[in-house]
């Protein structure tokens, strides 16, 4: 049975990964999960400086879900690679780091930064962070801008890229080939989409900075068509990701045409969720004689 | 800090609207310090996704309790189970009190309603006995008075409509204590946000050392999300530290309260 999957020149042992930003540097988890066992960790988004992130509260439960306006909060390169690289690079498994700026400027440095300091798995460029002022979505919601974010990052390094694509667009087709024509190696579908709450006896917004980004099974359906619309657009691999709670969630995604998926807000609750995904995507190919991994992708009969 | 599925001995109503509820976990027990926390998914929340956090209250041979208000979805799902059920929990987390040395200061608690959920443990397990301090709006609120007495402490009880103990807030026999002496103390306190607060401007006029355990909406309990941040001074200025990891109980002049507003 083969479960690995290619994302540009970066071989996956399994097509499960975890979510920008719900799995912190990987070593939150290590004592919960064996780490060795995932197709890649994913980290949080890192910029050039370190980011203080937004005023509390910072996120809310809702109905099957959660919205976060976290801001970004993070190290910065140089802490990043300080406190957390030594043990990240010390792992089996690829380490995808996801970047941004608030400038073109900003983003081709960091991806020449990780470029230069050698065994990073991947650069995902974070272009639909809907919780910043400058920089995040306002890159993923405007074609020309997005092509030229994709191509600056391309010229500055040689890693496989990805983009993590904004849901908030009217059609994602034009992004994706946007993107894909720019030199992105892979898309990574969907980012949170944008959301509010209110807490009706204060009637204040349940978060500080107002709006923030829906995330969790929720949204699940609507980054399931979001993938779909995308892998009809383009030919390069896609990262199916919104809301997966189970290996049934991962194979719709891989249906609707992902080639890998990442776990998110539910490794805030249950842990173990990226584990059982894999095991369960095995018990489904063994149950279906699926012998390759790939025969699911957009698999979906949608002519019929 | 571990991930297991754990059976409830018991949970039961206490007073009101707190209940308690204890666990039997014989890997976790061994493994909790004073001020840490449980992580626990409620099985029956629906449409509800996130763990909720509860101080430990107290340990007993391979069991650990909580002691919980019913304020809100997750808090009554708990409530509902009975003996025999099973949950899964994550603990213990966090950065807890600092138990006192043999023969160094003597401990003043300060708790504000369940906050001496959280401090039972660092009572019970300090070398030196010392006073604790509890507050509660009413009678109702005042938990576990007899269970810090039966640990020879001295407990001095507060609550704001005067129903039981002095009448007013749990600041004010705190400063006078203080007042009357406030060499070799020092105040370890759990409670609202306000309360915290106050706390920790009395313990620097008096010059104590205060640890104050943070009361932040939380969501991944394990320092990924970053949710439950509180302004916290740093060499040059002052950065968002994780109360689930730094904290919840943190040095209470390192807390930068003007930034919390």
Same mark, same amino acid.
């Given at each position: /049975?083969?479960?690995?999957? !290619? ?11 975890? @979510? ?60 990043? %690679? ?6 990240? =690079? ?53 074609? =020309?801008?997005? @092509? ?8 500055? &390094? ?13 059609? %994602? ?5 946007? @993107? ?44 399931? =068509? ?45 842990? !173990? ?32 | ?8 001995? $018991?949970?039961?109503?206490? &007073? ?10 014989? !890997? ?34 391979? &069991? ?61 397990? $300090?070398?030196?006995?010392? %006073? ?7 009678? /109702? ?21 005067? $129903? ?49 355990? /943070? ?17 916290? =001074? &740093? ?16 040095? $209470? ?9």
């Amino acid at each position: /049975m083969n479960l690995s999957v !290619q994302i540009g020149k970066l071989k996956l042992q399994n097509p499960v990964m975890v @979510a920008s930003g719900t799995f912190g540097y990987g070593v939150e988890y290590a004592r919960l999960i064996d780490l060795n066992q995932l197709g890649a960790v994913v980290v949080k988004g890192i910029r050039l400086e370190p980011v203080r992130g937004n005023p509390t509260p910072r996120t809310v439960e809702v109905a099957s879900g959660l919205i976060n306006a976290i801001g970004l909060q993070g190290p910065g390169v140089d802490g990043f %690679i300080k406190k957390y690289w030594p043990f990240l =690079k010390g792992l089996k498994v690829p380490t995808i780091i996801n970047i941004w700026g608030t400038t073109i400027e900003e983003y081709a440095e960091v991806a020449r930064r990780f470029d230069a300091l050698g065994g990073v798995g991947a650069l995902e460029l974070n272009v639909s962070c809907p919780n910043i002022k400058k920089g995040g979505a306002q890159f993923g919601t405007d074609v =020309k801008l997005l @092509a030229k974010v994709v191509a600056a990052c391309r010229k500055a &390094t040689t890693l496989p890229l990805i983009t993590k694509m904004s849901p908030n667009v009217m059609s %994602i087709a034009p992004y994706a080939k946007a @993107a894909a024509d720019a030199g992105s190696d892979a898309l990574a579908i969907m980012n949170s989409y944008p959301a509010m709450a209110i807490d009706i006896e204060t009637r204040k917004p349940k978060l500080a900075n107002v709006t923030g980004g829906l995330t969790g099974p929720c949204i699940k359906p609507i980054a399931i =068509k979001l993938v779909w619309e995308a892998a009809n657009a383009v030919k390069i691999p896609i990262i199916g990701m919104g809301g997966i709670q189970n290996a049934a969630d991962a194979i719709e995604f891989m249906m609707a045409g992902a080639t890998a998926v990442a776990v998110g807000t539910a490794n805030f609750y249950e842990p !173990q969720t990226v584990l059982q995904v894999i095991t369960g995507i095995r018990e489904f190919m063994q149950r279906q004689d699926i012998k390759d991994v790939r025969e699911i992708t957009g698999s979906v009969r949608t002519a019929e | 800090m571990l991930e297991q599925t754990v059976q409830i001995v $018991s949970n039961e109503r206490d &007073t009101d609207s707190y209940f308690r509820l204890v666990v039997r976990a014989p !890997q976790i027990t061994p493994l909790i310090q004073p001020g840490q926390f449980a992580h626990i998914r409620v099985p029956t929340m629906k449409d509800a996704l996130l763990r909720r956090p509860f101080s430990i209250f107290q340990v007993r041979d391979d &069991t650990f309790s909580i002691l919980y208000k019913t304020v809100g979805k997750g808090t009554d799902a708990l409530a509902r189970l009975g003996a025999g059920e099973e949950l899964s929990v994550i603990a213990p987390l966090g950065h807890g009190f600092t138990i006192p040395k043999p023969g160094g200061e003597t401990p003043l608690l300060v708790a504000g309603g369940y906050g001496m959920a959280a401090l039972y443990l660092l009572a019970q397990r $300090s070398p030196q006995k010392g %006073i604790a301090f509890v507050g509660g709006r009413r009678r /109702m609120d005042i938990l576990c008075e007899k269970e810090v007495r039966a640990l020879d402490w001295d407990v001095r009880v507060t609550t704001e409509d005067g $129903s039981h103990g002095e009448k007013g807030l749990v600041t004010q026999p705190l400063v006078a204590e203080l007042r009357r002496n406030a060499a070799h103390r020092k105040v370890f306190a759990c409670g609202p946000t306000p309360m915290l607060e106050a706390v920790g401007k009395i313990a620097e006029e008096f010059n104590v050392p205060a640890e104050l355990s /943070m009361d932040e909406h939380m969501c991944c309990g394990v320092g990924v999300c970053l949710t439950c941040v509180i302004p916290v =001074k &740093t060499g040059d200025g002052w950065e968002y530290q994780r109360t689930c990891t730094e904290g919840p109980v943190f040095d $209470s002049q390192r807390i930068v309260w003007e930034e919390m507003k």
